[in-house]
C-alpha cells in the first residue's frame, strides 16, 4: 500500500523552474535516498510535502486523499516530520523545550514539564548523545543540535520523517547510531527520505534511490543497483575523477610547525604539528578530539594558553584573528552561515569584508576597486550567480563556500585551514573544493584540512594527522592510509596499539 505520492510536481519562481513534473512515492517502512547536485530541487521537493512551499502544479496523495498543496499543519497531521540541515532550534530553551516547542504536554493550565523531561529522555537515549533534557541548546555544539533536530523528529510519533543531511555534522560513530536508529524505525513501518551527499551512506541504508537533476526526475536505483559510481552517474551525467591528484612538486620546508600549542579546550594536552609548504595534511579524529579547538587558536579566535607557533620559520603571536590575517593564516571555518559570511551582504561585499580598507579612501568604499577584485573571483572559482551583487544567502552551499574561498584568495594566502570544507555540499561542488585545494597547495600555499569524513581524509591528503584528547597521536603517510590506521589512532591508540 503506497503512503504517499506526489504526482507532477512543478514549482517556478520568477524566472527560475525549481521543479518540473517531478513524481515520487513512498511505501511504509521504506528507506529511499534522494540524490542529486545543490540545486537540483531535492529541498524545494520536500519543502512541497512539508507544506512549507505549494506547488505550481501536480498534486499530493496521502492516505488515498488528493491535495493540490499542504499546509505545515495538514502535513504534520498526516505524520510527516523533517529534520532540516539548516538547524531550527531556540538556544536559549533546554532541550526538552526545543523539542516539544508547540506541542508542549500540560497538567491542568501549567505546563507538564516533568513528563516533558521524561519524554525527551527517552527519545535522546537511542541517540547515545552526552547531554540531557535540561541542557541548554546554546551549550550544543553542531552536531549535538543535529542529533536533537532528530530527537525531535522522533518525538513526534511521525510516519514519514524527512532527513535532510542529518550527518553532515555527525562524527562516524555518531553516523553509525544514526543508521542503527533508522533501520529500527524502518522495521517499525517509519519510511524515511534520506538526503545526503555523502553516499557511502545512502549506499548503505537506501532500499531505492531517487535521483533530480536541474529540478527534473533523473532516474531510479533499486537496491541491488545502488553503487557510489552509478549514483555519481545519475546526478552529474558523468563519472568523477578519484578524489585524490597528487601534488606536481614534493612539499617543501615546513611552512607552520607547532610545538607545545595547548588550547583553551584541552589546557592540559599539548599539540606538535608540522604542515609543509605546498602539501594538503588532513586532521582527522572524533567529534571533541580538538581539532576545531585548534584551528581557533591558530585563527586567534580563541587564543593558545602556551607554545610556540612559527610561520616559515619566524615565531609568531596570534592572540587575534587580526593577527591571524596579516601574516597570511587564514580560516574556513565549520559554520560557514553564521562564522563566515554576512548572508544579506552580495558577493562583492563578501569578498572584501576581511579587507575592506584597501578599498575605502577617505572613509568611502571604492565600490569599482572592489567590484573588480569580485568579478576576478567570481570567474576564477566558477562562482554560478547572476553577479556580484547577488546576495549570498540566495547561493548554494557549494558556491557560498566557493565566496568564502574568494575572500581569502584575493588576499595572497600563505597557510589556509579548511574546517570541514564540503560540508551540505554536493558532489560536484566537493570536486571543485578539492582541485582548489590543490592548486593552492601546487602555488605552494599550505592546506591544513579538518574533516569528520573519513572518505574525504583519505582520499584527499597527502599526510593525515589524528587527534585524540587535545594531542595528535599520530601522522600517517600516504603508503600506511587506512580506515583502521586512522581509527586506531582516533580512539587513542599509537600505531603500535598502545594507549597514547
Known sequence: MTLLSMDDIG????????????SFALEPGEVVGLIGENGAGKSTLMKVLGGVVAPSRGQIVVDGRAHSALSVRQSQAAGIAFVHQELNLFE??????????????????????????????????????GYGPDTLVELLSIAE???????????????????????????????????????KLRAQGVAI????????????????VVCLRDG??????????????????????????????????????????????????????????????????????????????????????APALAGDVRLDGTEVAIRA??????????LVPEDRKRSALVLDMTIRENVSLADVARFARRGWVRRGAEGAVAERELRRLKIKAPGIETPVVTLSGGNQQKVVLAKWLSMRPRLIVFDEPTRGIDVGAKAEIYALMRGLADEGVGILMISSDLEEVLGVSDRIAVMHEGRVTGTLDRPRFSEAAVMQLAVGLTEKGAAA
Do not use: C, W
Not at 11 to 22: H, I, M, R, S
Not at 195 to 208: C, F, P, Q, T, Y
Not at 325 to 330: D, Q, R, S
Open 145 to 183: 543540535r543535529q542529533m536533537l533536530e532528530i530527537a525531535k523528529a522522533l518525538s513526534m510519533r511521525a510516519r514519514v520523517i524527512i532527513m535532510d543531511e542529518p550527518t553532515s555534522s555527525l562524527s562516524l560513530a555518531e553516523t553509525d547510531r544514526l543508521l542503527a536508529v533508522i533501520r
Open 92 to 129: 536559549n530553551l533546554d532541550v526538552a523545550a526545543n523539542i516539544f516547542v508547540g506541542r508542549e504536554l500540560r497538567k491542568g493550565m501549567m505546563l507538564d514539564r516533568a513528563a516533558m523531561r521524561a519524554e525527551a529522555a527517552r527519545h535522546l537515549a537511542p541517540l547515545g548523545v
Open 321 to 330: 584573528p587580526s593577527d591571524a590575517i596579516g601574516l597570511g593564516l587564514y
Open 193 to 208: 527520505i534520506y538526503i545526503s551527499h555523502r553516499l557511502s551512506e545512502v549506499r548503505d541504508i537506501a532500499d531505492r
Open 216 to 301: 527534473r526526475l533523473a532516474g531510479h536505483l533499486a537496491r541491488a543497483d545502488i553503487t557510489q559510481d552509478a549514483m555519481v552517474r545519475l546526478m552529474i551525467g558523468r563519472d568523477l575523477a578519484q578524489l585524490y591528484t597528487p601534488p606536481k612538486a614534493a612539499p617543501g620546508d615546513p611552512v607552520l610547525h607547532l610545538t607545545g600549542l595547548t588550547t583553551p579546550a584541552f589546557p592540559d594536552r599539548s599539540v606538535d604539528l608540522t604542515l609543509k609548504r605546498g602539501e594538503i595534511l588532513g586532521l582527522a579524529g572524533l567529534i571533541g578530539a580538538g581539532r576545531t579547538s585548534l584551528a581557533q587558536a591558530l585563527f586567534g579566535i
Open 11 to 22: 514549482k517556478t519562481y520568477p524566472g527560475v523552474t525549481a521543479l518540473d513534473g517531478v
